[in-house]
Nanobody, 117 residues
Framework: QVQLVESGGGLVQAGGFLRISCVAS????????MGWFRQAPGKQRELVAL???????NYADAVKGRFAISRDHAKNTVFLQMVSLKPEDTAVYYC???????????WGQGTQVTVSS
């Protein structure tokens, strides 16, 4: 089992920046990547960014060039730096740990990011 706890969400104006963090604990050998998903009201949860244990990253097209994911292995922490935020980035952001088994995920409780226009 892996437990994930997010922090750092909040309200920001369009064009602003925000950094959210996620601390993982538990059996870290059970995951091969950490990342962020988001879910806006009335929409499906979608991948935002992912970083594998070897450091490879993957971003949704909508955030490329604006968001950056990073990981501190020593502290079991993953960060999402967001700049040039847009109102359409408003969502609950979920930290995720991708499991080796069945390509499923552990999930955090989510943190709200709201971008005002």
């Amino acid at each position: 089992q892996v437990q994930l706890v997010e922090s750092g969400g909040g309200l920001v104006q369009a064009g602003g920046f925000l950094r959210i963090s996620c601390v993982a604990s538990g059996n870290m050998f059970s995951i091969n990547a950490m990342g962020w998903f988001r879910q806006a009201p009335g929409k499906q949860r979608e991948l935002v960014a992912l970083v594998t244990n070897s450091g490879d990253t993957n971003y949704a097209d909508a955030v490329k060039g604006r968001f950056a994911i990073s990981r501190d292995h020593a502290k079991n922490t993953v960060f999402l730096q967001m700049v040039s935020l847009k109102p359409e980035d408003t969502a609950v952001y979920y930290c995720a740990g991708r499991r080796w088994v069945q390509d499923s995920y552990y999930w955090g409780q989510g943190t709200q990011v709201t971008v005002s226009s």
